[in-house]
């Protein structure tokens, strides 16, 4: 499973860099169409099948566990509730949807948006398998482990747990199959009914969260998933959004260095940025982008770079150009996030990073935020300069 989840994160890799320039050309091209003709609904097609595109690779980083995270502490029985609501729909009428959901049940710390896709996957599986209706429970407790346990490969270490159960009365696994859920592309369904994406990622949420999966199941007599993640007595995390910004405060007059190693990705970028008022030097590797930063006469506000590259990795090339221009401000974007995090973990850089495939949209408004918050001396004489 792990080499598998090394493959599945690397095809994942590349198809990011080609959705990134797909679904950022598009989202270029549509402004530029008349509404009602037919080529501006086929361009919205090609966007559409982008994005889902871009989700099935999300779902193949999440069970390589490389997806980007934003963890906070939650409280299971509250997110439950809430995407229940959404579930109830699913599923249908003619399943019972019951919460048993545990008093004083412990905190988690995981990503809120990767806790509700464990829950709406393990649900929507639990519903195709009572194709005649049936009853899908959701329960929360803790547990407290002394000893060590799991499979082989995959042992939890004593403490403090809380258990995600997803029960149902539904047609339940041989065990042939129980052996083989976990394993991307595979499925029981109909072609087309499914990708065999949904337990996969399931499993590589649950893994990248300190946590195990335990699957009780017997054909005809339904199956019980008992999702173990690990307890924390922290105060629930505040939820936290950006402030929306205006289309005309997304553009600048700053100027930055963009370094990919991808041509395509590189020019779309360049195309982007151009687009928005800023002056663009380009390089294909962190080689190029260090000569550019000692012989560049003016300033440059934003080093804008891969993570994963040739050579030099992107956080490598940062601090070696930060040392010759310390009032720079850095941005980091990868396909990837295991490494990009093992990078980054390291250094003041991990806040500023953007996940592919970007659009305009999200590659401009992310520039925007870190210039205008970080206030660095270069940004400030710029604009000083400019006005």
Known sequence: MESVGRLAGGIAHDFNNLLTVINGYTEMILPEMEFGTIGRKWVEEVK????RAATLTRQLLAFSRQQVLEPQVLDVNAATQNIAKFLRRLIGEDINLVLCLGAEVSKVHMDPGQLDQVIMNLGVNARDAMAEGGELTIETRDVVRKEPAGGAGNRLPPGRYVVLTVRDTGCGMTEEVQTRIFEPFFTTKEPGKGTGLGLATVYGIVNQSGGHIEVLSKSGQGTTLNIYLPGVEDEVSGLREPAPLRPEHLRGTE?????????????????????????????????????IGQEHAGPIHLLLTDTIMPGLNGPELAERFLAGRPGTNVLFTSGYTD?????TGRSQFERCFLQKPFTAATLTRKIREILDSQQKPVAANSRSKAA
């Not at 779309?268 to 390089?283: C, D, F, P, S």
């Not at 490494?339 to 990078?343: D, G, H, Q, S």
């Open 339 to 343: 490494r990009t995090r093992a990078y």
């Open 255 to 291: 100027t930055i260095l963009l370094v990919e190693d991808d041509e395509m990705v590189r020019k779309l970028a360049q195309t982007i940025l151009e687009g928005q008022g800023y002056t663009v030097l380009e390089a294909r590797n962190a080689n190029e982008a260090l000569h």
């Open 48 to 51: 559409e099948a982008g994005h």
